[in-house]
């Protein structure tokens, strides 16, 4: 057997050649056991030979497959949220349904079962809380104990049914860097040299163009300027 030992430890395909030959001339004697190893066993070398299965490569490729897998699933199950309602839930759980996937609902509802026999002496390990970003059972215990329903904000936002951060758009509004452009153009036009510092730094301020804008059709009108007149979006008047 150490022959055949020698060949499943092989840690590459040419000491595998190698060692299978050696086991070739040792069973040279024993033609049906050889013929059994060739066409049965050795079809499979793939998956015990040292040279295959232990590859790093090979490795790496099965544990991403597997962890893809379950990746798949999850999203499979919250992309079927929309179309799945939970009945019998608590009432503390009511504000969630149709907020939070259904997914992370049962999962806290398993939790939420265990508020009856797990030991609140025990300090939180945050191992549900931070590992699937859902209320524990010490969590929801300090909730239910204030006398409030668990709420989004228990939840990580993945679980937030509304939650896409691929589109998350910020309250700030955007500033259009052309019109402000043409804006401050105009402006230049009609002030004098020595104003222009003056006007770079209420710029600065983030005193808005159109403000000044407004200010400067004003002096114009003035001064009876006919030449230039714009009105307070920057058309001509």
């Given at each position: 057997?150490?022959?055949w030992?020698?060949?499943t430890q092989a840690k590459t395909?040419?000491i595998?050649?190698k060692?299978l030959?050696?086991?070739?001339?040792?069973l040279?004697?024993f033609?049906?056991?050889l013929?059994?190893?060739?066409?049965?066993?050795?079809l499979l070398?793939?998956?015990?030979i040292?040279a295959w299965?232990c590859d790093l490569?090979?490795v790496f490729?099965?544990?991403?497959l597997a962890v893809?897998?379950?990746?798949?699933?999850v999203h499979n199950?919250?992309?079927?949220?929309?179309?799945?309602?939970?009945?019998n839930?608590?009432k503390?759980?009511?504000?969630?349904?149709?907020?939070i996937?259904t997914?992370?609902?049962r999962?806290?509802?398993?939790?939420?079962?265990r508020l009856?026999?797990?030991d609140?002496?025990?300090?939180c390990?945050?191992t549900v809380?931070?590992?699937?970003g859902i209320p524990?059972?010490h969590?929801?215990?300090k909730?239910f104990?204030?006398?409030?329903?668990?709420?989004?904000?228990?939840f990580?936002?993945?679980?937030?049914?509304?939650y896409?951060?691929e589109?998350?758009k910020?309250d700030?509004?955007?500033?259009d860097?052309?019109?402000e452009?043409?804006?401050?153009?105009?402006l230049?036009l009609?002030k004098?040299p020595?104003k222009?510092?003056d006007?770079i730094?209420?710029?600065l301020?983030?005193k808005t163009?159109?403000t000044?804008l407004?200010?400067?059709?004003?002096?114009?009108a003035n001064?009876?300027?006919?030449?230039?007149?714009?009105?307070?979006?920057?058309?001509?008047?």
């Amino acid at each position: 057997m150490s022959v055949w030992g020698k060949v499943t430890q092989a840690k590459t395909p040419e000491i595998y050649i190698k060692q299978l030959d050696a086991l070739k001339k040792h069973l040279s004697s024993f033609p049906a056991v050889l013929e059994y190893i060739q066409s049965t066993i050795l079809l499979l070398k793939e998956k015990f030979i040292v040279a295959w299965a232990c590859d790093l490569l090979s490795v790496f490729k099965s544990l991403a497959l597997a962890v893809e897998t379950q990746i798949n699933q999850v999203h499979n199950s919250i992309g079927q949220d929309t179309v799945k309602t939970l009945v019998n839930v608590p009432k503390s759980f009511i504000p969630l349904l149709g907020n939070i996937s259904t997914f992370a609902l049962r999962e806290c509802l398993m939790q939420f079962d265990r508020l009856n026999d797990f030991d609140r002496s025990k300090p939180c390990l945050h191992t549900v809380s931070i590992g699937l970003g859902i209320p524990c059972p010490h969590i929801m215990a300090k909730i239910f104990k204030r006398g409030d329903s668990l709420a989004l904000k228990d939840f990580h936002f993945q679980w937030h049914l509304k939650y896409n951060p691929e589109i998350t758009k910020s309250d700030t509004p955007e500033l259009d860097l052309d019109e402000e452009m043409k804006l401050i153009m105009v402006l230049l036009l009609h002030k004098q040299p020595s104003k222009l510092v003056d006007l770079i730094d209420q710029t600065l301020q983030k005193k808005t163009v159109s403000t000044s804008l407004c200010t400067l059709h004003s002096d114009c009108a003035n001064k009876g300027t006919s030449a230039f007149m714009w009105s307070y979006n920057g058309s001509l008047a």
